[in-house]
């Protein structure tokens, strides 16, 4: 079946048309830079854009994988969680879509999608995995079995902020523009990652084995910072520091539970999965343990269509009801029962 998915949780209007585990072809869109100079993402402006970018996007996507409306077996769109005026767009056109077309609509979680799009790139997901997802407002470890049946086991989540939220803040405090996770991994290229010992949070004997803080690392970066703010803060080592103090954390918490519950597998996504250090040093520490690391491109581990079409492609593969046409957006939406059923009781 062919599936189109639509993504508008956050600031990129992603669109991807996904058959049978294989991506056919994607439009992205993105409203970053109307909020650059706000430092974060405004809702009303990234809903609006949204609204202008849809349909355009949806054409585009449509002519790269050469296929028209009457093409489309089914539509996916994000439900949650996410912006709320954000989702309601992309939902509704979602909905319309299918609609028009008569073709079921799959409602999809938008960290499912995270989790989700590796199969377009490495195939079927192993019986049993560790996914690590660090993005810009969730940083959760989570044992995966069956997408579509096994509940998902919360190992442990962040107790206060993201990962990727640090490095937004990060970059802030820096002067490097937003997003800050793409600029601080540019920044970090020229920088010393031993030049600063950062704190590694929650990584002490007593400290939960699974649960994350970062607004500890990001403190003591702005006192660093205030204290050397002489006119020579040396922004790179700052950033290269910085970075590996995120990257040891959260590869030391994903290979322990590896480690602790016998997983073979790590699954490493979401938008700090793009990290060029996350990567290396989660590959070089699965090596060491032999597990065997799966992780998307870095264009698929952002916000991305093809992302939610994965999800959408997946469910109806396992034969599971489509979502009724008055489904609402549920904004803060936890991820619950199996991957894939994620919104569904
Ligand atoms: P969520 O998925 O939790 O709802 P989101 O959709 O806003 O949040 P993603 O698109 O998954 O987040 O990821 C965006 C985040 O990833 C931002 O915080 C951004 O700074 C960070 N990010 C993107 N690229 C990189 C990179 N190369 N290095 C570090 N962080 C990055
Ligand atoms: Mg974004
Ligand atoms: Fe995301």
Known sequence: PVVLGIETSCDETGVGIVADGVLLGDALATSMDEHARFGGVVPE????????????????????????????????????????????????????????????LY???HLAGHAA??????????????????????????????????PVVHLGDTVDDAAGEAFDKVARLLGLPYPGGPAIDHTARDGNPTAIAFPR?????????????????????ARWVEKHDDGAV???DVAASFQEAVADTVTRKALAACRDHQVDTLLLVGGV???SRVRALAEHRCADAGVRLRVPSPRLCTDNGAMIAAVGDLLIR?????????????????????????LRP
């Open 318 to 342: 396992a034969d599971v009801t489509p979502d009724r046409l008055d489904l609402g957006a549920d904004p803060s939406a936890v991820l619950h029962g199996a991957l894939l059923q994620g």
């Open 107 to 109: 409602g999809v979680h």
């Open 201 to 221: 949070p929650m990584t002490g004997p007593h400290d939960p084995p699974y649960r994350f803080s970062f607004s500890g690392l990001k403190t003591a970066v």
């Open 273 to 275: 999965a793009a990290n």
């Open 117 to 150: 799009v590796d199969t377009l790139e490495h195939g079927p997901l192993p019986d049993r995995c560790v996914a690590l997802i660090v993005s810009g407002g969730h940083t959760s470890l989570l044992l995966l079995g069956d997408l579509a049946r096994d």
């Open 45 to 104: 402006i990234a809903a609006r854009a949204h609204l202008h970018a849809v349909t355009p996007m949806v054409r585009h996507a449509l002519d790269r994988a050469g296929i028209g409306f009457g093409d489309i077996d089914a539509v996916a769109a994000t439900a949650g969680p996410g912006l709320a005026t954000a989702v309601q767009v992309g939902l509704a056109a979602g909905k319309a879509y299918a609609l028009s077309l008569g073709v079921p």
């Open 234 to 236: 040396p922004v790179a």
